[in-house]
């Protein structure tokens, strides 16, 4: 009987275990998985500045999606900066204006800005102003007002939503921002929570 006993309580033993295994192996790959997907394809990021209001906020937080990302116009990416140059190391959150072939056509005395002939859709809140004090770089002429340039292939023309507040790629700091550099595109924000992709 005794020999019964110790034999139903090994077997209790090694269920208990087996159980506990299938727990913390069910753990590890969870945990393995979720690292994979926010190392590759979704990311937590941090809006720092006044450059994107009214649609995004100083410290809010946003979902960003690299999953299959090729950049479109009016889309809200986050991108990685570095200028040497002007001792420059940020992480930058901007509407893309136009990509790679597109002409960008700024007047600074209407705000209104055309890509490809075409007049670009503004919310009203972007203002109809824009600073001209030296911050564009090659294609602003100072006499019409009027700022041109052609996106190379590869690249994205970005601007902030608070227009007259936001170093952009009107900015020869800034410029036009390699496909490469984006992190990817902003589709959730965290307070308030909204779906912005």
Known sequence: MDEKKAVDNRNVS????????????????SLFAVI????????????DGESMVNTL???????????????????????????EKAGMEK??????IAVGGQEVVI???TGIITVDGTEYAEDPFYGNAYR????????????????????????????GDNRNNSKDSRNPDVGFVDERCILGKVILRFSPFTWLG
Request: aromatic share 16%; with cysteine.
């Open 14 to 29: 090694r269920g208990v275990a087996s159980v506990l295994f299938d727990y913390v192996e069910i753990f590890a790959w």
């Open 36 to 47: 994979l997907i926010f190392s590759f394809a979704l990311r937590i990021c941090r809006v």
């Open 57 to 83: 906020q100083n410290n809010e937080k946003l979902l960003v999606s690299s999953v299959f990302y090729t950049p479109e116009q009016n889309d809200i990416v986050v991108f990685h900066l570095t200028n």
């Open 91 to 96: 992480t930058l959150v901007k509407r893309v």
């Open 107 to 109: 007047d600074t005395r």
């Open 132 to 159: 001209t004090n030296g911050l564009f770089y090659n294609g602003y002429d100072s006499s019409t007002g009027i700022f041109r340039a052609t996106v190379p292939e590869g690249c994205v023309f970005v601007m």
